[in-house]
């Protein structure tokens, strides 16, 4: 038969080729085989499985009479009728990759050594290997054993490589003049996972629901590892000798332990590694990122998670970890990972991927890269990220089969201008009527403590272009949700088509919420072309402006009644009537608006078809004024210097009073511009009055809308404002129920954070008890009614160690985290205080410590 080669000495009667750089059986000869050198095509040139499909057949279904027949026996069937050299290196594979060495009949006495079942034999017990096997197989094909370290199920990411611990063996074969890279034994056998003993998972992706394959050993072929290029295979196995990593530039051992540890499935995908380039990062400031391109042919096909491991430590209890990663698309083909964290510490991150366009049922995520990070310091002030989304961040697959593509923004990540404001554009690609569409936004918190912000998000259809205007509401992060639904279909749900990270700057100030009533789409509804109406002035549903009064116009053919009512936070609705005046010529009404500070502002425009009918909404507006800037009139010359009578200005001084006894901001703003348009100097003190008056009721105001909202970074920055301006003891009932709900809040805060910190230990020992103690029953039972639960459900205890030992979005901490305590009905309230009332926190803390802390929750 053919000739043995090896790196090594196989047997000590081989002979060094430096030619070939490895021992042969023969140097006879020897010049015909090429020495090692990069192969001129890619794999992908020259295979294609689906090509070989009736060579993998004869392989699979070789009898198994043949394994107690010669090798020479074995392989003359294998490749009878087989003339090129890849069809024979292909059927010889794909046997060895279907044999399951472990479970395969083998018995424990020494088969004859004639026969092929001997080196099966041999393998499994561990006397010989793989490469051994294929190299006796293809005696007919020139065939090396090459032997070196690998990063293997042994290693460890970012470990030393031993040259005991990781040594391996796998085979180099020619085929059409180039020597191609096997591995027949990972081929056959993969291993789910590494050893996970000093490793505990504390993130993932939201589809990741365990790790991406098993743990237990399986045999299944891995085409990975048929004709391997080069530049992949040397991303796991190292040559002892250079010449055999078909490299141009060989990679040097210190570079192959510091290398990005990059796996299959990120060859299978054709990425390319971006950053970092090593497979240990350090950060010193708490943070990191990494970067991957990805085919532009396959962006809208490839899925990526998630795993974020964290170095296990005995030291009691550890802080919440999780959401401490953001993975967005840049540019489109860029995948961007950022993880941040809390506290100085070790992790391991690991990438997972797959194409969603293959169907194989055994095809799912695997992995793509794996690092080992180390924060040496933790990020200042560092926050979780606002909780990822099902679909991730940024438009993606979803936006398109819902049938829009962006126009604006193309990352996962919006950093919005110094103003906190930013405009998201769409464009409609399918045909859909999107009039018939409702789409909405909701504006959710970043933090611990999540909350949805209502009457920030609003959108728009204008010029065929689908637009969201969002006003962030002070500096942070925050997680931006879009929704679509199509209103003709009864039976359709909101779906959720596009996610953005929204990171503002924005400083805490006035409230820059948009006015209460525009969350669905503003401009015109569905019965304002039936009342013939037609805007002149304002085509576009959105006015931004900077001065202090604004036109609207419309044609009026049909002579209906029109009228604008006028909304907004700095507008009280019985002032509102007096900033609108109403003019009609002929065919056309027109509606002259002031807008009293600036702000946000809603204008609703009703049309009636007869005296005494009812008024319909028609039309929708949302005003943004920028500025106080006054409207001057070009024609109008500068008037003469008038002499201000006493009475008029004892008007002005009485309607300060009366804004000030009414507590009207608008009134008292008006009063003082026109008290300074006096221009006298003797007003000074009365301006100076009734600003200082004006500011305490701004703060007033303030203090009251926080304390309602909850809100606890607007109660204290309006706590500091009432501070600094020394308004305290003006507004004494005020700050005390600002101060009393921060308190509340803060130890509300306190309370949920301590439930939160609780390890998975400690709530597995409560739902460890087959009998409980009364007193922690009781304590479950009323978490579990606040959270929505039925006390007759949670009377027999299986059904509450049922909910403890859910995972996911219905596990109990995430549950407690999203609760709205407002939303918790009187009656379950005081229902859940009544189950607590035969035991103290004392009683609770002697028989449970996790049990004490639920308690103190709930109470």
């Known amino acids: ?112 050594q004639a026969q092929a079942m001997y080196q099966l034999w041999r393998i499994k017990n561990r006397k010989g290997n793989y490469a051994q096997l294929v190299s006796l197989l293809c005696r007919h094909i020139p065939c090396i054993i090459i032997h070196g370290k690998l990063k293997g199920s042994t290693y460890e990411v970012g470990e030393k490589l031993d040259e005991e611990q990781h040594y391996g063996e796998w085979n180099g074969v020619l085929i059409d003049g180039s020597w191609r890279f096997i591995n027949a034994y990972w081929g056959t056998c993969a291993e789910g996972g590494s050893d996970d003993s000093q490793w505990e998972i504390i993130d993932r992706g939201e589809n990741v629901k365990g790790d991406p394959v098993n743990k237990q050993m399986f045999y299944l072929c891995d085409e990975n590892y048929f004709l391997t290029d080069p530049e992949h295979l040397v991303s796991t196995h190292l040559p002892s000798n250079p010449e055999w990593q078909l490299l141009e530039t060989p990679v040097t051992d210190e570079r192959f332990e510091e290398k990005a540890y990059l796996k299959d499935r990120y060859f299978n995908l054709n990425m390319k590694l971006i950053s970092p380039e090593d497979c240990v990062v350090r950060s010193m400031d708490g943070e990191i990122e990494f970067r991957f391109e990805i085919p532009m042919d396959k962006v809208l096909h490839l899925d990526f998670q998630y795993l974020l491991l964290r170095m296990k430590n005995a030291m009691g209890n550890q802080p919440r970890y999780d959401r401490y990663v953001f993975m967005q698309r840049q540019k489109e083909n860029i995948l961007c990972i950022k993880v941040r964290t809390p506290v100085a510490d070790t992790f391991k991150f690991e990438l997972v991927g797959k194409d969603v366009t293959v169907n194989d049922p055994a095809y799912d995520y695997d992995w793509i890269a794996i690092y080992k990070v180390i924060f040496v310091t933790a990020k200042e002030d560092c926050q979780p990220f606002p909780e990822c989304p099902i679909i991730g961040w940024g438009p993606g697959r979803q936006t398109l089969e819902c049938g829009l593509a962006p126009m604006s923004h193309f990352s996962g990540e919006v950093r919005p201008k110094e103003n906190g404001q930013f405009e998201l554009k769409f464009s409609p690609i399918n045909g859909k009527d999107w009039r018939k569409m409702k789409l909405r936004g909701e504006l959710i918190t970043g933090g611990n403590d999540p909350q949805v912000i209502s009457d920030h998000v609003i959108n728009r259809m204008e010029n065929g272009d689908i637009i969201f205007n969002v006003n962030t509401p002070r500096k942070g992060e925050y997680a931006l949700k879009l929704y679509a639904k199509d209103e003709s279909d009864k039976n359709a749900e909101d779906e959720n088509f596009c996610n953005y990270l929204v990171t503002s700057d924005r400083q805490v100030g006035e409230n820059y919420a948009f006015p209460r009533g525009f969350q669905d789409a503003i401009g015109p509804k569905d019965s304002y072309e039936s009342y013939g109406l037609k805007a002149i002035t304002h ?138 348009a006096l221009g006298l100097p003797t007003t000074k003190a009365d301006i100076d009055h009734a600003e200082n008056e004006l ?120 549950r407690i985290q999203e609760l709205k305590i407002d939303d918790i009905p009187v009656d379950v309230a005081l229902g859940s205080r009544d189950l607590l009332r035969d035991f103290t926190l004392d009683q609770v803390r002697m028989v449970s410590a996790g049990g004490a802390t639920f308690y103190v929750w709930v109470s």
């Not at 009667?13 to 021992?23: A, I, Q």
């Not at 990069?38 to 009479?65: C, G, H, N, Q």
Request: proline share 6%; net charge neutral.
């Open 539 to 676: 085509t576009s549903s959105l006015i931004e402006t900077d001065e202090e009064e604004i036109e609207l116009e419309f044609e009026n053919p049909q002579g209906v009644e029109v009228s604008v009512n006028l909304s907004g936070a700095q507008v009280r609705p019985e002032v509102a009537k007096r900033l609108i005046q109403e003019e009609r010529i002929d065919d056309v009404v027109k509606f002259t608006i002031r807008l009293p500070q600036t702000g946000n502002y809603g204008l609703k425009v009703m049309a009636s078809r007869e005296d005494g009918a009812p008024f319909e909404n028609v039309y929708d507006y949302v005003v943004i004024y920028k500025k106080g800037k006054r409207r001057k009139k070009k024609e109008d010359p500068k008037p003469p210097p008038q002499r201000v009578e006493v009475q008029d200005l004892n008007k002005l001084r009485k309607k300060i009073k009366e804004a000030i006894d009414e507590q009207n901001e608008v009134e008292l703003e008006m009063a003082i511009d026109e008290l300074k």
């Open 1 to 112: 038969m053919g000739r043995l080669l090896a790196t090594y000495q196989l047997v000590p009667s081989f002979t060094m080729s430096s030619r070939h750089h490895c021992y042969i059986d023969s140097l006879e000869n020897v010049d015909e085989l090429p020495p090692p050198a990069p192969p001129t095509k890619k794999k992908a040139e020259i295979f294609d499985v689906y090509k070989f499909i009736e060579v993998d057949k004869r392989a699979l279904k070789a009898p198994s009479r043949l394994l107690n027949k010669p090798l020479s026996t074995l392989v003359q069937y294998l490749i009878d009728g087989y003339q090129d050299d890849l069809s024979k290196i292909r059927v010889i594979y794909r046997w060895i990759t279907a044999q399951s060495i472990d479970t395969i009949k083998i018995g424990k006495r020494e088969p004859p």
């Open 695 to 814: 500011e305490l009721m701004k703060c007033r105001r303030e203090l009251t809308e926080a304390t309602a909202l909850k809100d606890m970074e607007a109660i204290k920055a309006a706590l500091k404002v009432s501070k600094e301006k020394e308004f305290d003891f003006k507004l004494q009932v005020e700050v005390a129920a600002a101060k009393s709900m921060l308190e509340r809040l803060r130890k509300m805060a306190k309370l949920l954070h301590a439930v939160l910190a609780l390890d998975q230990k400690t709530i597995a020992e409560i739902k460890s008890y087959q009998v409980p103690p009364p007193a922690v029953h009781r304590v479950m039972m009323a978490t579990l009614l606040l959270l929505g639960h039925w006390e007759e459900e949670t009377e027999d205890w299986k059904n509450i160690q049922n909910v403890l030992g859910k995972l996911g979005k219905e596990a109990l901490k995430r």
